[in-house]
T-cell receptor, first 106, second 130 residues
Framework: DIQMTQSPSTLSASVGDRVTITCRAS??????LAWYQQKPGKAPKLLIY???SLESGVPSRFSGSGSGTDFTLTISSLQPDDFATYHC????????FGQGTKVEIK | EVQLVQSGAEVKKPGESLKISCKGS????????IGWVRQMPGKGLEWMGI??????????SPSFQGQVTISADKSISTVYLQWSSLKASDTAMYYC????????????FGGGPRDAFDIWGQGTMVTVSS
């Protein structure tokens, strides 16, 4: 059973900041990792798949990197629309999400 | 437009049964895997299982096996999530979501194909309370 650990749980940042969220898998998942954005009362939205591939229509300020067990989601310049909760998901063996990272206004 | 539309909110009592639905449109419904994801109030996302409507091949999360039943009726482009006896701890928002790759291009492993969810339903809130 592959566990996913996201950090931090909460992140306070300002518009224009560079933001990095980390996701660690309990064993290697190659590049089978996705990142989602979720706003209150809404369904998640796919941002990144296969660790670093940007989903169509997602702004280029979002990027993903990593392989094996350690992964990062980076927002190069935080915009007002980016304040939300971010979830990582492994889909190497069955699937499991991380516990989420809330990005809030500083 | 590609979309998944879920059935409306439900309020049930413990011990009751329930079946919620997810209807796809705007794409070849039978050819894309659809999964169910639970989100308990104020909590993270939990992957429950996945089904291929074309042949009803189903892969359940070990965490949810025996607790729910996932099924599909491709003739009406609909996937279902069903409980036979609800508990208060089943209170949550339930989302259906589609894998982003056409099923014919995916290799299926024990836990289902390796792919992310690109299209999500709006969610169905299930409240179980006496």
């Amino acid at each position: 059973d592959i566990q996913m650990t996201q950090s931090p749980s909460t992140l306070s940042a300002s518009v224009g900041d560079r933001v990095t969220i980390t996701c660690r898998a309990s064993q290697s998942i190659s590049s089978w990792l996705a990142w989602y954005q979720q706003k209150p009362g809404k369904a998640p939205k796919l941002l990144i798949y296969k660790a670093s591939s940007l989903e169509s229509g997602v702004p280029s300020r979002f990027s993903g990197s990593g392989s094996g067990t350690d992964f990062t989601l980076t927002i190069s310049s935080l915009q007002p629309d980016d304040f939300a909760t971010y979830h990582c998901q492994q889909y190497s063996s069955y699937s499991r999400f991380g516990q989420g990272t809330k990005v809030e206004i500083k | 437009e590609v979309q998944l539309v879920q059935s409306g909110a439900e309020v049930k009592k413990p011990g009751e049964s329930l079946k919620i639905s997810c209807k796809g449109s705007g794409y070849s419904f039978s050819s894309y895997w659809i999964g169910w994801v639970r989100q308990m109030p104020g909590k993270g996302l939990e992957w429950m299982g996945i089904i291929y409507p074309g042949d009803s091949d189903t892969r359940d999360s070990p965490s949810f096996q025996g607790q729910v039943t996932i099924s599909a009726d491709k003739s009406i482009s609909t996937v279902y999530l069903q409980w036979s006896s609800l508990k208060a701890s089943d209170t949550a928002m339930y989302y259906c979501a589609r894998l982003r790759t056409w099923g014919g291009l995916l290799t299926t492993f024990g836990g289902g194909p390796r792919d992310a969810f690109d299209i999500w339903g709006q969610g169905t809130m299930v409240t179980v309370s006496s």
